[in-house]
């Protein structure tokens, strides 16, 4: 039985942990908690001597004396998430009585010394972590990324179809949060992979890994999309998908996902081009706003305003290219901005391309055109590629299949939810 030996500092302390390769991932932080003299609840973060978070895991790569890793309690767990009043209030009086000295020393010396700026602003990093820890989570502190699923299905029955403004607020505020601090290298593979786990990762988490699809794919260079711009437009998307069982945001994300995994997996962007590949992360993160939850059978029947809108032809896909560009015709939301005027038309064309092919009831004809120039398949062939790009939105959109039962299955059941919610 294989026992690793894992060497770090904590503190100014040198400290060395044993564990067997097969101890659980819980086992293991215990024994880093030791090391730590932590509370059972406290949050630790473990760097490399790059510099960088790596998960406490069993997988966790061994080391020398020489290369020691780095140990921290960031945060303590206070009262289920939440920051202990009298602890606020005492943080508060140290910032009052800090503002007060400040004013006497400026009214005595006319100037603030620099060691009062220091100390305002190691009390409001300290005040940050306290009312921030729920947001260290999604770095992987506390998923375990390597197995099974939580099984929980976010959606809840009782709800709208619509959140109220206070929780939009607080998914955008804790997305606004975690912009500021960087993805683990292990969470950045694991999001190329088809057996992620949506269940582990809440609405705000989900913006910040698309948010660094954007950055890994360089379209933020490539196509000078500002950061600003890029939050507002995650955020708008977030706030157009609306709290259904299945067509939610949690399945725009997969879907996005699985399109991630197979841009990075087929090496998409030296075959296709820049456009190309912004053109497939687009339409699979659009490609079903505000989607009502009833599917296009039900519009056509019911004889909804979408059915008489687009004359019965694929209301809801339509509808999802046009929210798509309502949202861009917004300059603080729009990611496209910087690029070429002939550049957005070719975008356009090819977002509503893919969008519009996701009707399933263009399933056939779409996949018997894709099979008749598979075998004279051209990638210089743009009518080749324009076939190819809305064949691959198509593959993430029902790629709930490929991926292992114990994330399927909850989106089954979501499914079902979702057409029963139809008689």
């Not at 406490?56 to 920051?83: F, G, M, Q, W």
């Not at 660094?212 to 999309?225: G, Y």
């Amino acid at each position: 039985m294989a026992t690793k030996i894992i060497y770090l500092t904590v503190g100014n302390k040198q400290e060395q942990v044993e564990f067997r390769s097969t101890d659980s991932i819980d086992e293991v932080r215990d024994t880093f908690r030791a090391a730590a003299e932590a509370g059972p609840h406290d949050v630790l973060k473990l760097y490399n001597n790059r510099g960088s978070i790596v998960n406490i895991s069993p997988k966790l790569p061994d080391n020398t004396p020489d290369s020691k890793y780095r140990l921290e309690v960031v945060a303590t767990y206070i009262d289920d998430l939440t920051v202990d009043k009298s602890r606020q209030e005492d943080i508060r009086n140290i910032e009052r009585r800090l503002e007060d000295l400040e004013k006497l020393i400026l009214v005595d010396a006319g100037t603030i010394p620099h060691e009062v700026h220091d100390m305002k602003l190691k009390i409001q990093s300290f005040n940050d972590k306290l009312e921030g820890i729920e947001h260290l989570s999604w770095l992987g502190l506390f998923k375990d990324i390597s197995s099974g699923t939580s099984l929980q299905p976010f959606w809840n029955k009782k709800a709208t179809a619509k959140q109220d403004e206070a929780s939009y607020q607080h998914v955008y505020d804790r997305f606004m949060k975690m912009s500021k601090v960087d993805i683990t290298e292990e969470v950045k593979e694991y999001l190329c992979k088809p057996t992620f786990d949506n269940w582990q990762w809440d609405d705000a988490e989900m913006l910040m890994l698309l948010r660094q699809m954007f950055i890994d794919l360089k379209f933020t260079t490539k196509f000078n999309i500002e950061m600003d711009i890029l939050h507002n437009w995650l955020f708008e998307v977030y706030h157009h998908y609306n709290a259904i069982p299945f067509h939610n945001f949690k399945h725009c994300f997969m879907v996005t996902q699985m399109m991630y995994g197979l841009i990075q997996i087929m090496d998409l962007p030296k075959k296709l081009s820049d456009l190309e590949v912004l053109i497939l992360l687009t339409s699979s993160i659009c490609h079903d706003l505000d989607h009502p939850g009833y599917n296009n059978a039900y519009q056509v029947n019911a004889h909804t305003e979408l059915a008489l809108r687009y004359n019965d032809t694929s209301p809801l896909e339509n509808h999802h290219c046009a929210v798509t560009f309502e949202i861009l015709e917004n300059s603080s939301a729009n990611i496209f901005k910087n690029v070429p005027p002939e550049g957005n038309k070719k975008i356009r064309e090819g977002i509503i391309r893919c969008i519009l092919g996701t009707d399933m009831a263009k399933h056939c004809e779409i996949l018997s055109s894709f099979k008749k120039i598979l075998p004279d398949f051209d990638l210089q062939s743009k009518d080749h590629i324009d076939m190819l790009l809305v064949i691959l939105v198509k593959v993430a959109d029902i790629s709930n299949e490929a991926r292992p039962m114990e994330v399927s299955e909850p989106w089954l059941n979501c499914l079902l939810e979702e057409f029963f919610n139809q008689v």
